[in-house]
């Protein structure tokens, strides 16, 4: 490490370790996937966070000139998808029953 440098506080992977970077996936039980992900397959939660409660986020991002596609409601779970500049596509979702 050269003088000035910050060290990496990210571990080295070594060969064979599992990464999983982000899967969204619907589950019956959050606590019980989570269990079951993080305690018998032994992967690492590096972070766990909750989306707000409320539609407002749409709103949001579309007074801040963000290009917000309307909500699509597919089966009880609502969409709304969005691209940043780069093309990078991104899924806001709302789940009304974790309300």
Do not use: C
């Not at 589950?27 to 707000?52: H, Q």
């Not at 089966?75 to 029953?97: E, I």
Request: glycine share 10%; no cysteine.
């Amino acid at each position: 490490m050269s003088a000035g440098e910050a060290p990496n506080p990210v571990a080295p992977v070594t060969p064979g370790a599992m990464l999983l970077e982000l899967v969204i996936l619907p589950v019956a039980d959050i606590d019980r996937a989570k269990a079951f992900y993080r305690d018998r397959v032994g992967f690492t939660v590096d972070v766990d966070v909750a989306p707000a409660e409320g539609e407002a986020v749409r709103a949001g991002l579309v007074a801040h000139g963000v290009d917000v596609a309307p909500v699509v409601d597919r089966g009880g779970v609502l969409y709304a998808g969005f691209s940043d500049p780069d093309g990078n596509t991104w899924m806001l979702q709302h789940m009304p029953w974790r309300a």
